[in-house]
């Protein structure tokens, strides 16, 4: 019995000591083969690396030999931005009483605007100053971009540079960038931040263009730097250059009111760093494409920008105010855009910050409404609650604003205020609303269903009433006389 027992306390211990060791087995072999996996996912990795690196160099070199047979001269054409002579003050219906007390902004505390046209603020102090979104300091590894800290490697003494203004000296320059492990670290990395702070193709080489201030003291090199960065990341930029500069070359999708050169049929436009009021210039400009790079490059805004906190409190509305914090980060970005068509100001979003906001005010007022009675509610608002106010005597000069701007300056013109209400209604309803532009106006037409006359356009066969937020007093379906026989053009 006692070595029954004695025996049984040994299998006991047998098996509890079994029990404690199988795991650790199986731990130790599901960490051999986790190793043995990640060894074999690098090597693989290792392997694609290898294979995309010999790809670029082939391309690289391909394109080198492209760029020493493809210059050419192209004279540039100025394309203008529409400037039509708009009303002083803002129209009204003949029977519309006197408006109420528009809405009230406090710009005291109004942070500085950067704007790459020259912003000629008048009246006095109705816009911000000028002032630089960029760090200039060259011991650190990182720059401002608009309230963002943006990170990047250390430059070193290692850097590209333009040896001769010419064919040949941006030729060495590519080569020697190609060949520059930094430089494309640079360009990864930048990409990398610009993709965090939501930036579209245009923010992008906005940034890019920041980083090369950073990098470099020469304009040329700082074009330079951001023209090769942009091949890298998949672009088809270009570069063309005369006696004194070098100019980068984008193929805008959207037709922007700047200097283009018709290159391979497709039209590359010229961006100054400094200011995009360019001349057209006969330039010398390379007709090769990289490679497999795209020839598209955006400027449509499809998500609101993510930028570093600095907001200002404006109040808005009329007969009932509320308060309204905007990035002011954010309108300097914006406030750099380069002048494009409407559409690109039309699609772009409100941020989340300030639809949040506005959610608090509108959300209670239309809960009990229907879209119809919501469009009114929301053109109403509009008419009244914006200050109505030419370009030219806000800023000097005409100047599109997105739905943010407008909401942030002293008061807005018939464009501003129609992409505006675009954005409420498309917030705020479940309508699908167009922009109508004229000749000489710009306005909104909305889906609303029940109305039964007024002013309607057809477009994919639904029937649109024109909801003018310029033309005080009128309501949905109502146009001013001038215009009632018009045919304008839409943007969806």
Same mark, same amino acid.
């Given at each position: 019995?006692? *070595? ?12 509890? %000591?079994? *029990? ?43 394109? %080198? ?66 002032? $630089? ?66 930036? #579209? ?67 590359? !436009?010229?961006?100054?760093?400094? %200011? ?13 494409? !990289? ?11 499809? @998500? ?22 905007? #990035? ?38 239309? @809960? ?29 000069? $005409? ?15 018939? @464009? ?17 609303? %167009?922009?109508?532009?004229?000749? $000489? ?17 057809? !477009? ?18 109502? *146009? ?8 304008? $053009?839409?943007?969806?």
């Amino acid at each position: 019995m006692k *070595i029954f027992q004695r025996s049984g306390n040994i299998l006991l211990r047998i098996f509890l %000591i079994v *029990i404690f060791i199988i795991p650790f087995c199986a731990y130790a072999q599901v960490d051999d083969t986790s190793n043995n996996y990640q060894k074999d996912f690098n090597s693989f990795k290792g392997s694609i690396n290898q294979q995309f690196d010999k790809f670029v160099q082939h391309n690289d070199s391909v394109f %080198i030999k492209f760029l020493a047979q493809s210059w050419k001269e192209f004279n540039g054409v100025q394309n203008k931005m529409p400037a039509p002579p708009k009303p002083v003050q803002q129209p009204k219906v003949s029977s519309s009483t006197k408006p109420e007390t528009p809405f009230k902004r406090d710009t005291t505390n109004v942070s500085p605007v950067l704007d790459n046209e020259q912003l000629i603020p008048v009246p006095k102090d109705s816009v911000p100053k000028k002032v $630089e979104a960029f760090s200039t300091a060259s011991t650190s590894s990182s720059f401002m971009f608009y309230g963002s800290v943006i990170s990047m490697p250390r430059p070193g003494s290692g850097l590209p540079k333009l040896n001769a203004l010419t064919k040949e000296g941006i030729i060495s320059f590519f080569t020697s960038a190609s060949n520059s492990s930094l430089l494309n670290n640079m360009t990864r990395t930048v990409k990398e931040s610009s993709a965090d702070c939501k930036l #579209n193709d245009w923010g992008l080489a906005s940034m890019l263009m920041t980083a090369a201030r950073k990098l470099y003291s020469t304009p040329n090199e700082q074009v330079l730097f951001t023209w090769y960065a942009l091949i890298r990341n998949g672009f088809n930029a270009k570069v063309g250059y005369n006696k004194e500069k070098v100019y980068l070359l984008l193929p805008a999708t959207e037709k922007v009111y700047s200097v283009s050169y018709s290159i391979n049929g497709i039209s590359y !436009y010229l961006f100054d760093f400094d %200011i995009n009021t360019q001349q057209a210039n006969l330039l010398s400009i390379y007709e090769a494409d !990289y490679p497999g790079n795209k020839t598209g490059f955006s400027f449509l805004i499809t @998500e609101s920008p993510q930028l570093g906190d600095q907001f200002i409190t404006n109040t808005i509305g009329f007969g009932t105010f509320f308060d309204l914090k905007i #990035n002011t980060n954010l309108i300097d970005y914006y406030a750099n855009y380069p002048t494009c068509e409407l559409k690109v100001f039309f699609a772009a979003p409100l941020s989340e910050a300030v639809v949040r906001q506005l959610d608090t005010y509108f959300n209670p007022a239309l @809960e009990k409404k229907t879209d119809d009675e919501r469009v009114a509610f929301l053109l109403n608002f509009v008419q009244r609650g914006i200050k109505y106010q030419t370009d030219q005597e806000q800023f000097g000069r $005409e100047k599109y604003l997105f739905a943010e701007e407008t909401l942030f300056y002293p008061a807005g013109d018939c @464009e501003d205020r129609a992409i505006l209400l675009a954005k409420l209604i498309k917030r705020y309803t479940k309508l699908e609303a %167009i922009g109508l532009l004229y000749p $000489e106006h710009v306005s909104l037409a909305v889906n609303i269903k029940n109305v039964t006359s007024g002013k309607y356009f057809t !477009y994919k066969n639904k029937r649109y009433y024109n909801c003018d937020p310029t033309y005080l007093g009128a309501s949905c379906g109502e *146009i001013m006389p001038r215009f009632m026989n018009s045919v304008p $053009e839409f943007i969806d």
